[in-house]
């Protein structure tokens, strides 16, 4: 039985097909996120990407920023119960989840069976988001998947004392014109990401085991300094960025078993 979750971000849509609740067959991401034809095409992509018609998937989930405006989806979930529930497949014995994607960073306890317990959230601004990493790649002049390689490659650390991303952005300029190191002035950038996010995580308390998702988990620079702040080892699942998709199919398949029950 087939079951089909997609998450319709801020910035990226991402799909997933699972069969029987426990195999993820095929996944889809489109960098394009709500208001375009991003779900559209991130759906298409996950069908042909399995060899499957829309026919034959027996339930599809919506979640994410951008699920009201999805009709093709038989239902719908928030993120956080769906982020929740993907990385309890991928990750079981996780409890803490630091999820960070384009707009806002969530951190989210979870129990054993992959559900919600309680969560808390970035205020309305892009610190510590993938959008303030969006930001500073554009003008360290980078794509914002080379930005974790980078950091890594630092010496030392450009400290970077603005939050706010519009301040910070000038900041960076200054910076860049004071010929500092690209390597570490991007470690600065991530430790900005890391300190703000780890604040946040303090706040609702950290039980382990401890995993990241969102696209942000893809920057090995800033899991790094997250495990550094929080003093804790971070598990990051190669698909971190579509826990939200996963965990979107396996609550379809869920609901489909309680409905023949
Ligand atoms: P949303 O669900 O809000 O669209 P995502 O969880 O998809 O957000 O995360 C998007 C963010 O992840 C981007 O803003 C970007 O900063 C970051 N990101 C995306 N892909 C990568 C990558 N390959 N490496 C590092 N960071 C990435």
Not at 184 to 205: E, P, Q, T, W, Y
């Amino acid at each position: 039985m087939l079951t089909l979750g997609i998450d319709i971000g801020s910035t990226a849509c991402k799909a997933a097909i699972i069969k029987d609740g426990q195999e993820i067959i095929s996944r889809g991401l489109i960098q394009l996120g709500t208001g375009t034809i991003g779900p559209r095409e991130v759906f298409a992509l996950v069908l042909s990407n399995a060899g499957v018609s829309r026919e034959q998937i027996k339930r599809v989930m919506v979640t994410g920023y951008g699920r009201f405006t999805f009709e093709e989806a038989d239902s719908q979930k928030s993120e956080l119960s769906c982020h929740a529930k993907g990385v309890n497949f991928l990750f079981p014995t996780v409890r803490t989840i630091i999820d960070i994607g384009g707009q806002d960073v969530k951190i989210l306890k979870v129990s054993s069976r992959g559900l919600l317990e309680n969560f808390v959230m970035n205020e309305k601004c892009a610190a510590g988001t993938g959008k303030f990493l969006d930001v500073m790649a554009r003008i360290v002049n980078v794509r914002v998947d080379e930005l974790g390689e980078i950091g890594l490659r630092a010496t030392e650390e450009v400290s970077i004392s603005n939050v706010c991303t519009v301040f910070a952005e000038s900041e960076v300029i200054s910076k860049l014109s004071a010929n500092v190191r690209i390597e570490d002035l991007v470690n600065g950038i991530h430790r900005s990401v890391a300190k703000r996010v780890s604040a946040l995580a303090f706040r609702n308390g950290i039980i382990p085991d401890v995993a990241m998702s969102g696209g942000v988990a893809l920057n090995k620079g800033v899991v790094a300094l997250m495990e550094q702040e929080l003093k804790t080892d971070i598990m990051v699942h190669p698909d971190c960025q579509l826990a939200g998709a996963i965990g979107a199919a396996v609550l379809a398949y869920e609901e489909l078993i309680k409905d023949k029950n």
